[in-house]
């Protein structure tokens, strides 16, 4: 599988400047071929705007004229995957700067149009940044209730508060539940590709709004059907590992009575590239059964000597009156492309229903350490 910045590579400006080329043959496409040579050493969406930009160079005058060449090069069989995303840009872009309500609904129709070649979720974003309110009208009254799953998913994943790889859409960051309605139409949709694009948006909004997104799930969740807890237990999976109580008690983890002895570490000072282990035991000292779900957090030291803590799935599991359970993992520290490590003093700590037990420190020392 290529890498992120290699899924607009020179292969795909070729198979773009072949299919424009066919569509509007008498068009100067001078930007498009400079374009092959200078995508090498960007990042995906600089690669993606530098196409945009290219297209919109090569081929001027108004967005009609655009339209059009790109609903005649829909007919060349290159006409999909990744180029799809500069194109469908250009188209949002263009229509944006003509500022007229025919080029911006034009636009909205052709995105869902090409979403199935390539989702329109990082262009559709230009649309909503430039009209929030005329986007939204059609993505609850035609998207959500189209035929196609790929334009309901893109109702619920182009207007994601914190969709990768997209820019931030900052009216709807300031409008809290704005996006909701999107998410009301769609959480029962038959298609699970439309149902995680749903829990995706619904985690995204917990980021900045964890009450709201407790009410919305709990509502789903009077009338469920059959995947509707699934659904919630994954837009609510940021709440759980930040110990949300709210989030907690609606997937059934209730505050419990327990005694929690732990978690013990095998060792106080592990040399970076290797493991600790932690374990640690839990007796339900309550009069009912407890469901619990348990985490662990390690309290990783920054470069600045304070420490910021990771959540980590342990295991969920029902303990009746009197039961005692034994949890252990080992946690390394070999050293990752997503994670810098500070020699210096850490901490493991357990999280049961949102609530942190006591710290076990421990020293995270540099591997020459004998």
Known sequence: MPFADELISRHTVHNLTHAIRAAAPDADLTALHAAARQVGPLPLRQRADLLRDALLTDLPGDYATLARTVRTARDAPQFTGWLIWPVTSALATRAVQEGETAP????????????????????????????????LNTIVDDWTGSADPDVRRLASEGTRPYLPWAVR???????????????????????????????????????DHPELVVDTARRWLDSPDATTERLVRHGLRTLIKRGHLGALELLGFAPAVLDVAGPRLDRDVVPLGESVQLTASIRNVGDTAARLTIDYIVHHRKANGNRTGKTFKLTTRTLAPGEQMEVMREHSFRPITTRRYYPGRHAISLQINGVESERSEFELAPTDTP
């Open 104 to 135: 911006f609904d034009d636009a909205m129709a052709l995105l869902a149009d090409l979403t199935g070649r390539l989702s329109s979720e990082f262009a559709i974003r230009t649309l909503l940044r430039h009209d929030l309110d005329r986007a």
């Open 169 to 207: 859409v900052p009216q709807i960051l300031a409008r809290p539940g704005v996006t909701v309605p999107i998410l009301d139409a769609l959480y029962q949709d038959e298609s699970e590709y439309v149902r995680r694009s749903v829990a995706n948006h619904l985690n995204d909004l917990s980021r």
